[in-house]
């Protein structure tokens, strides 16, 4: 089965500080990836999605990137945090890359505290 | 486009109450319906799913039934535990796109 690492677990950045997110999936190839942010009392929310190296789909306007330079690795960037960008960020993978049945396998999250 | 409306929480339970938590959806097409479940501190696990009208999808004693007539796939269990205190997201996928929507979450507290 899959397993996905997501580091840092946790972060705490200033305003308009950088921002690396790194997310790498064993035991599967050729894998979709996300990006979602879990932000308080708004569920989840799509940021950003890849079917393959260097393709990445944008969901929601905003200062975040996203980039696979890898199969199985997937990040996710600032130039300059802002304090809205605090939340819960989960990385998932699609469970058969072969038949896309929806079913996703998540990181245990990083928490980034804007400050 | 496609939407998922859950009940707001918490729902805070005793244990060996009954649970339903309400998910309706909004979607063109016919979509495959999932419940994913968040336990404290971690990433979210598969529960449940169901990909065609009046399937029923079950595990560890939850199931939910994707009723099409109502747009709804209400997640229920029959008895609970302390254990199944956690977030619980309702999620729907059209077939041909390869993103999942999501409702807000709910969160469920099971007391002793």
């Known amino acids: 089965s899959q397993t996905i690492h997501q580091w840092p677990a946790t972060l705490v950045q200033p305003v308009g500080s950088p921002l690396s997110l790194e997310c790498t999936v064993e035991g599967t190839s050729n894998p979709n990836l996300y990006w979602y942010r879990q932000a308080a009392g708004r569920g989840l929310q799509l940021l950003f999605y890849?079917?393959?190296?260097?393709?990445i789909s944008s969901e929601v306007p905003q200062n975040l990137s996203a980039s696979r330079p890898q199969d199985r690795q997937f990040i996710l960037s600032s130039k300059k945090l802002l304090l809205s960008d605090s939340g819960f960020y989960l990385c998932a993978s699609n469970s058969d890359p072969s038949s896309d049945t929806g079913e996703l396998f998540f990181g245990e999250g990083s928490r980034l505290t804007v400050l | 486009g496609n939407s998922v409306t859950q009940m707001e929480g918490p729902v805070t339970l005793s244990e060996e109450a009954f649970l339903t938590i309400n998910c309706t959806y909004t979607?063109?097409?016919?979509?495959?319906l999932f419940w994913y479940v968040q336990y404290p501190g971690e990433g979210l696990q598969l529960l449940l799913k169901a990909t065609k009208a009046d399937d029923k999808g079950s595990n560890k004693g939850f199931e939910a039934t994707y009723r099409k007539e109502t747009t709804s796939f209400h997640l229920e269990k029959g008895s609970v535990q302390v254990s199944d205190s956690a977030v619980y997201f309702c999620a729907l996928m059209n077939s041909g796109y390869s993103t999942l929507t999501f409702g807000k979450g709910t969160m469920l507290l099971v007391s002793p």
């Open positions: 890849s079917v393959g190296i260097g393709q």
């Open positions: 979607a063109t097409g016919y979509p495959s």
